[in-house]
């Protein structure tokens, strides 16, 4: 059954630093998303990306976030400069239609120390 | 700002009995629900969705309906079992915002536990 990848599952880095999350979608899925959950509260959206550009984008989507696909096949989450509230799980998602159902990945758990 | 909320945190069922998630709404532009299952260290897995044009939904033993005019949703899972064992969270978006690929917003979930 086709699924969602991320890489890394964890990952660690110093406040201040960049970080990349990195997410294979589905592969004939045209809508990509990023969610994060800090721990112990509820799942938030953050962006959604469709045809090459940002499709709609919450208040937590800062400047210090951005997304891209540099290829046909990668979805990436960079956070510039982390801060310690940037430590949560983040969730990559897919959909082959808008309002269809998300397929999410595992998550990738962030740290920022 | 709570928009989505599911008031209780935990609830526990017997199996073979019926477990009913419930999930109240303050925004009436929503028109598209979802509950969506979270195992732990496993993303969220999209269970069952209901648009607001219907009262009901049904796939197995998983049923959603919605009430538009209490702003209220619930799902039920008919007969329980072991390994519904996990956190439901009650989502909704809106169609109408910009059409484009709009978030969801989910609650803070319920954690199911099915008592052998």
């Known amino acids: 059954e086709p699924e969602v990848t991320q890489t890394p599952s964890h990952q660690v880095t110093q406040m201040g630093q960049e970080v990349i999350l990195r997410c294979v979608p589905i592969?004939?899925?045209?809508?990509f998303y990023w969610y994060r959950q800090i721990l112990g509260q509820k799942v938030e959206f953050l962006v959604s990306?469709?045809?090459?550009?940002?499709?709609?984008k919450s208040e937590i989507f800062d400047d210090q976030f951005s997304v891209e696909r540099p290829d046909g096949s990668n979805f990436t989450l960079k956070i510039r400069s982390t801060k310690l509230e940037d430590s949560a799980m983040y969730f990559c998602?897919?959909?082959?239609?808008?309002?269809?159902?998300?397929?999410f990945g595992e998550g990738s758990r962030l740290t920022v120390l | 700002d709570q928009q989505v909320k599911q008031n209780s945190p935990s609830l526990s069922v017997q199996e073979g009995r019926i477990s009913i998630l419930n999930c109240d709404y303050t925004?009436?532009?929503?028109?598209?629900f979802l509950w969506y299952k979270k195992y732990p260290a496993e993303g969220p897995t999209f269970l069952i969705s209901?648009?607001?044009?219907?009262d009901k939904n049904e796939d197995g033993r998983f049923t959603v309906f919605l009430n538009k005019s209490a702003k209220h949703l619930s799902l039920h899972i008919v007969p329980s079992q072991p390994g519904d064992s996990a956190v439901y969270f009650c989502?909704?978006?809106?169609?109408?915002?910009?059409?484009?690929?709009?978030?969801?917003?989910f609650g803070k979930g319920t954690h199911l536990i099915i008592q052998p």
């Open positions: 998602a897919s959909s082959e239609v808008v309002t269809g159902e998300l397929f």
């Open positions: 592969s004939n899925h045209l809508y």
């Open positions: 990306f469709y045809n090459n550009e940002i499709s709609e």
């Open positions: 925004n009436s532009m929503f028109d598209y």
């Open positions: 209901i648009s607001s044009i219907k």
């Open positions: 989502a909704a978006s809106s169609t109408f915002s910009g059409g484009g690929a709009d978030g969801l917003t």
